[in-house]
């Protein structure tokens, strides 16, 4: 496996200690185009106490910081990680599609990037690993915003734009399971053009938001969030996710054909769905919004 070219630094345990993935001291380090600083060491001083070998990594570039990880753990590389990637050049989203990380910029403003990506990686043994990519989606949006929605199985929405995607990936390694959860989320408004669905931004809530800034406010609590789903499964979610459903009470259309009404998710987090032949309930199965089914104005759960 080779290494991803370019600069890069990371944060590990304090001087004298060596992280097992080979996490050190952050430094700073000068990148193309000017220097974007990220919040490395503040992120392990606050996950540290939960995962004592956890590290950070930021590189300039890497093809998928999924990819990355999943190569890693099925070369042995098991400690927990964040890898941040300021450019993807083959970004993977759900059922292969591919997910553009933008080119980062160097204007006066603050040598910005247009979208925040980053994988987490950890071994879990969680009592049920259904409804594990809500878990991190919930975990995401109560972190920035109350207007931001959830779009089972795994993107976050404004205003029926999509605003960030999670591919969650897992491997196993002797008799661990190693687990990979990917995070995109755009910063500022991409390019609609040749995209399936109109895009949002997170500057359009918060303008003055970056990514290092997203970055900092939503993986220390996504770590919380991940250690809890482990312990407890989904089924204490399914309320708060309720309040952040996009999709209750609208019509859909699942890519095998089938069509309903949608009516929130189960405790294990499957979407259930009112067809013409009752309840179903959808584990696997992609979902589209017919844009004719306005929202339920108001909804109990089930």
């Not at 600069?7 to 080979?22: D, L, R, Y």
């Not at 998928?64 to 890898?83: F, K, Y």
């Amino acid at each position: 496996m080779s290494e991803p070219e370019g600069h890069h630094f990371t944060a590990g345990p304090p001087q004298g200690e060596i992280a097992p993935s080979g996490g050190r001291e952050p430094h700073a380090v000068g990148k193309r185009g000017g220097h974007i600083h990220w919040p490395a060491e503040a992120i392990w001083e606050a996950v540290y106490p939960l995962l004592p070998t956890f590290s950070v990594e930021v590189l300039p570039e890497v093809d998928s910081t999924n990819s990355e990880l999943m190569r890693r753990a099925r070369a042995g590389q098991l400690d927990p990680v964040l890898l941040v990637a300021e450019r993807q050049t083959a970004g993977r989203g759900r059922l292969g599609r591919s997910w553009n990380s933008g080119v980062p910029t160097t204007d006066a403003r603050a040598n910005t990037i247009p979208t925040l990506t980053f994988s987490l990686g950890m071994p879990l043994v969680p009592l049920d690993w259904s409804g594990l990519s809500l878990a991190v989606g919930l975990s995401i949006v109560e972190s920035l915003h109350p207007e931001l929605k959830l779009k089972w199985p795994n993107d976050v929405w404004l205003q029926d734009r999509k605003l960030a995607g999670i591919l969650i990936e897992t491997v196993s390694v002797a008799d661990q399971r190693y687990a990979v959860m990917g995070v995109g989320i755009n910063i500022a408004v991409p390019d609609a053009q040749g995209l399936r669905t109109a895009p949002a931004g997170l500057r359009e809530l918060l303008p003055e938001m970056d990514a290092p800034a997203v970055l900092g406010r939503v993986v220390p609590a996504l770590v919380q969030a991940i250690q809890r789903f482990v312990e407890h499964g989904f089924a204490p979610l399914r309320t708060p996710f309720h309040a952040r459903d996009l999709l209750y009470g609208r019509e859909l259309q699942c890519s095998d054909g089938m069509v309903g009404v949608a009516r929130g998710v189960d405790a294990t987090g499957a979407l259930l769905l009112h067809t013409g032949d009752g309840l179903k309930k959808i584990t696997s199965a992609e979902v589209s919004v017919r844009p004719l089914a306005p929202p339920a104005s108001a909804a109990e759960l089930p």
